[in-house]
């Protein structure tokens, strides 16, 4: 059974750190690109970052320079470092991997910036 879970998530002040982990487990995600969604309440969920199996990476605008997506395959775990929280970051965080027709999603874990 293909399994993803997320960690990591909390309640942090406006320009705080927090660092999500998403561990994958059930298959080898060495060939997955992997990514981060969030959905904030009333908004849809929307691509934060995204990991290719080589490594490279995509950000959405808003978390560029402050974010940080990264992976390690040998632990089948991928991660979020987010730094320089603010408010609108507030969101259900999800893991997704996808390869071809294959996508795989975590039950999503909430991070709550707030002073």
């Known amino acids: 059974q293909v399994q993803l879970v997320e960690s990591g998530g909390g309640l942090v002040q406006p320009g705080g750190s927090l660092r999500l982990s998403c561990a994958a487990s059930?298959?080898?995600?060495?060939?997955?690109?992997m990514g981060w969604y969030r959905q904030a309440p009333g908004k849809q969920r929307e691509l934060v970052a995204a990991?290719?199996?080589?490594?490279?990476?995509n950000y959405v605008n808003s978390v560029k320079g402050r974010c940080t997506i990264s992976r390690d395959n040998a632990k089948n775990t991928m991660y979020l470092q987010m730094d320089s929280l603010k408010p609108e970051d507030t969101a259900v965080y999800y893991c997704?991997?996808?390869?071809?027709?294959?996508?795989?999603w975590g039950q999503g874990t909430q991070v709550t910036v707030s002073s």
């Open positions: 997704t991997a996808w390869l071809g027709s294959r996508n795989y």
């Open positions: 059930g298959t080898i995600f060495t060939f997955y690109t």
């Open positions: 990991i290719t199996s080589g490594g490279n990476a």
